[in-house]
């Protein structure tokens, strides 16, 4: 096998393009769309989402302290692009995209009612990396949409809202599925 080697530069794909919820008032409310984010902690459960200084979202995140990330389906992927390239200090981006801000149960925040997930998270530390400061936070609710809450089992089914993803600037629908977690080492049935 022969590699080129590149300069460092951001190549960990794919990732989420969430939508991200701040504001504590309306007047503030908005959103911005993230793919520098992830799980880092199961217990206490917690995210990170790493956002650039410049963005209208930054200060409101800092100062309240609260946001939420709002998980994105293929019919959420026209909204998440739109409100990754559009900034708030131009746009209500709620009413330009017709979301509805839902109020949170733990977090002072919007919740985006049309997501199926929405990851109430409460900042506990702000790591200035450099282009990026990112925001270690504690997830303090889930909200999951009953539609996808099957009666029979109980069981949630994320993957029937066809969650999206990010990979090396396109984005692509999640569906074909390859195997469940663990199935490597499962035992053949016979
Ligand atoms: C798919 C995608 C992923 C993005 N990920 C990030 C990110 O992780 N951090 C960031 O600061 N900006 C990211 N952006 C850019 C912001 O979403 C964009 O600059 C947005 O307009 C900022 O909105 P605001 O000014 O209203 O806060 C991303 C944009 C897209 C389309």
């Given at each position: 096998m022969t590699k080129v080697v590149w300069k460092?530069?951001?190549?960990?794909?794919?990732?989420p393009a969430v939508m991200v919820s701040c504001g504590a008032v309306p007047r503030e409310y908005n959103i911005i769309t993230i793919s520098w984010t992830g799980t880092?902690?199961?217990?206490?459960?917690m995210c990170y989402i790493s956002v650039r200084p410049?963005?209208?979202s930054y200060p409101i995140i800092k100062r309240n302290g609260e946001y939420v990330i709002n998980l994105s389906t293929k019919s959420l992927a026209y909204a998440a692009d739109w409100c990754g390239v559009k900034s708030g200090n131009k746009f209500n981006k709620f009413n330009e995209m017709g979301l509805t801000p839902v109020p949170a149960s733990k977090v002072n925040a919007p919740m985006?009612?049309?997501?199926p997930v929405n990851i109430e998270c409460v900042v506990k530390e702000i790591i200035e990396l450099g282009s990026h400061h990112m925001f270690i936070s504690e997830v303090v609710a889930v909200n999951a949409d009953?539609?996808?809450?099957?009666?029979?089992?109980?069981?949630?089914?994320?993957n029937d809202a066809v969650p999206i993803c990010y990979s090396h600037g396109k984005y692509y629908e999640t569906g074909k599925f390859i195997g469940k977690f663990g199935f490597s080492v499962e035992k053949k049935k016979k």
């Open positions: 460092p530069g951001t190549m960990v794909y794919p990732l880092i902690c199961t217990d206490p459960a410049t963005r209208h985006i009612g049309e997501s009953e539609k996808y809450i099957d009666q029979a089992s109980g069981l949630f089914k994320l």
